[in-house]
């Protein structure tokens, strides 16, 4: 909403995934929520929109249980994303990338609008990184680096789907530098004992809700000022 999108055209929902796009029920807000998918809300949309922004896919892989798990089992001995995990999640990945490009072009054709694609944010500071972490004491620093390495890997599948799609995308895995979970201004609702089991957790909050919507809007702006040169 904060790029100028009407709530009656703002179908964002909180832990869905690629399915939810064609299942009736799964999106929020409107009075014919139960009654259609988010693909036909699209295609009956009016006004027609212009664009369409789409981030789907890390609830497929379940990054978000992932996190609540290691929460729960933080205290414990050992690495709570190993590195079986890690594989796991790669086949996973490619499992998926052929259901996000299916969609992406059913978006681009239900809606009859440009498409931009928006992969995710880094979850974790990289290796190396300055600064103190904090309040991430329940994650070991190699399961970050593996979840990293996921959110990295399903970034790369987001983007190359895109292109195979014929939409346009945007990389958003370096907007938070510096704000990731762990760091004292994060972009991203905490994980903890307080916000470990909320549904928002891991999930950009007010700022980083601003910094993503600075990015989208530069990218589209661009877009905007080449067709016009054109």
């Known amino acids: 909403r904060l790029l100028g999108t009407p709530e009656s055209a703002h179908f964002a929902c909180s832990g ?18 139960a009654l259609r998918s988010q693909l036909d809300r699209l ?11 789409v981030m789907v ?3 497929d892989l379940g990054f978000s249980s992932t996190l609540a798990h290691c929460l729960l089992v933080g205290l414990l001995p050992g690495a709570c994303y190993s590195t079986g ?9 490619r499992q998926l990338g052929p259901r996000l490009e299916a969609a992406y072009r059913d978006i681009a054709h239900r809606s009859g609008a440009r498409v931009v694609v928006v992969t995710y944010p880094r979850l974790f500071p990289a290796a190396g990184s300055a600064g103190a972490r904090v309040g991430c004491h ?9 979840i990293v390495e996921a959110g990295a890997a399903l970034n790369d599948e987001i983007l ?5 799609a014929g939409v346009e995308s945007v990389d958003a895995f370096d907007a938070f530098t510096g704000h990731e979970l762990c760091t004292r201004h994060s972009m991203l609702v905490r994980v903890d004992v307080v916000h470990g089991l909320l549904a928002y957790s891991a999930h950009p ?20 000022a080449a067709g016009e040169a054109a």
């Open 16 to 33: 869905a995934g690629v399915a939810d796009l064609y299942e009736v029920g799964a999106v929020t807000g409107g009075n014919d929520t």
């Open 43 to 53: 295609a009956t949309l009016r006004p027609r929109p212009d664009a369409v922004l």
């Open 57 to 59: 896919g890390g609830n």
């Open 85 to 93: 995990d890690l594989r796991a999640t790669l086949a996973r990945i």
């Open 138 to 146: 329940w994650l070991d620093r190699g399961s970050q680096a593996r």
């Open 160 to 164: 190359r789907r895109a292109r195979a």
């Open 205 to 224: 909050n007010g700022a980083g809700q601003h910094m993503l919507a600075e990015l989208v809007g530069a990218a589209l702006a661009r877009h905007e």
